[in-house]
T-cell receptor, first 109, second 113 residues
Framework: GQNIDQPTEMTATEGAIVQINCTYQ??????LFWYQQHAGEAPTFLSY????GLEEKGRFSSFLSRSKGYSYLLLKELQMKDSASYLC??????????FGAGTTVTVRA | DAGITQSPRHKVTETGTPVTLRCHQT?????MYWYRQDPGHGLRLIHY???????DKGEVSDGYSVSRSKTEDFLLTLESATSSQTSVYFC????????????FGPGTRLTVT
């Protein structure tokens, strides 16, 4: 089976940095995804890591360590619109994804 | 945005009635998926399709069936709805690129009373 863990909730101040950790134990590994989901909306794709290291996309960065089964999503210069759930997902074999339960980030003024 | 629509967007039905949810895509993507999302559980895969008439079960398939007779349409059927199937249902699509990243439809909120 798949085991993907991430914190349930995090709170941060506007303009600050927040790091969302994700650990996984899966039967295989073919890439790790991060999705953003605002309340009442569909998940939207943020990032994809398949090799170790940091991928940067504007204010968002994602890091992967395959040997440790660990990833994090870094959100910099937080804005109120970043208040959302962030989903970690692993592609363990072919084309299916297994999702963690999600981390709800609340940005306060 | 990927061209994915779901219908209906909201539905209230009674226990024991059949329900069919439709997912329609205009992207000609090969892979299609049905998920349910419940508080504390995240997204869980119900069924998926890897081509026309090619489908398989996900981790929570009991009580659900699917059909895909055309590339663009993927139907999810609850043969006899139960209250435990009250949930938000998302359809997703992906293509055979290196990442197989998935794009999600807007979701269907289903309530079984």
């Amino acid at each position: 089976g798949q085991n993907i863990d991430q914190p349930t909730e995090m709170t941060a101040t506007e303009g600050a940095i927040v790091q969302i950790n994700c650990t996984y134990q899966t039967s295989g590994f073919n890439g790790l995804f991060w999705y953003q989901q605002h309340a009442g909306e569909a998940p939207t794709f943020l990032s994809y890591n398949v090799l170790d290291g940091l991928e940067e996309k504007g204010r968002f960065s994602s890091f992967l360590s395959r040997s440790k089964g660990y990833s994090y999503l870094l959100l910099k210069e937080l804005q109120m619109k970043d208040s959302a759930s962030y989903l970690c997902a692993v592609r363990d074999g072919d084309y299916k994804l297994s999702f963690g339960a999600g981390t709800t980030v609340t940005v306060r003024a | 945005d990927a061209g994915i629509t779901q219908s209906p967007r909201h539905k209230v039905t009674e226990t024991g009635t059949p329900v069919t949810l439709r997912c329609h895509q205009t992207e000609n993507h090969r892979y299609m998926y049905w998920y349910r999302q419940d508080p504390g559980h995240g997204l869980r895969l119900i069924h998926y399709s890897y081509g026309v008439k090619d489908t398989d079960k996900g981790e929570v398939s009991d009580g659900y069936s699917v059909s895909r007779s055309k590339t663009e349409d993927f139907l999810l059927t609850l043969e006899s709805a139960t209250s435990s199937q009250t949930s938000v249902y998302f359809c997703a699509i992906s293509e055979g690129t290196s990442s197989y990243e998935q794009y999600f439809g807007p979701g269907t909120r289903l309530t079984v009373t």
